[in-house]
Structures are given as C-alpha cells and as structure tokens.
C-alpha cells in the first residue's frame, strides 16, 4: 500500500514537472513571438520614415531646381529686355 502511494506521488510530482516545464517553454515562446513582432513592427516603422525622409528630399530637389530655373528665365528677360531699351535709345539717337 505504501509502495503504491510512493509511486502515486512520485507520477503526479514527475507530471507537475513536465506540465510546470511545458508552460515555462510556451511562456519563452510568446516571449519570443512578441519579442519578433515589436522587432518587425521597429522595422517597419524604420522603412517608413526612411521612406518620408527621400521623399522629402526628392521634394526639395525639386522645388531648388525649380527655384533655379525660375531665376534663370527671369535674367534671361531681364537682360533681353535691358538689350532692347539700349537698341531703343540707339536708335532715337
């Protein structure tokens, strides 16, 4: 009878063991799961901002060549139309 009580205890402390070790493994793997997804989700957050800050650049290259050009074409009038009030004043005199 003793024997068999010994061995009642000895299986049910062996399965508290293996359910106390199984629970522990399946805690570190949601760990881990969650550990992964904050992991992706940084990432992520990372290609996006560095995505926003190209196109921000892109933008200003843009608007700066724009900018370039604009001042180009208004020296470019500017200096046509000094050239055609001195052909003016030539030719009055």
Sequence with gaps: MRKKKTE???RDRQRMRKKKTEERGRDRQT???EEENRRK????RMRK???EERGRDRQTE???EENRRKRERQT????EENRRKRERQTDRE
């Excluded at 989700?41 to 992520?44: L, S, T, V």
């Design 8 to 10: 009642e205890r000895g």
């Design 31 to 33: 760990e881990n799961e």
């Design 41 to 44: 989700r940084d990432r992520q």
């Design 49 to 51: 901002k560095k995505t």
């Design 62 to 64: 843009n608007e700066e």
């Design 76 to 79: 470019e009038n500017e200096e």
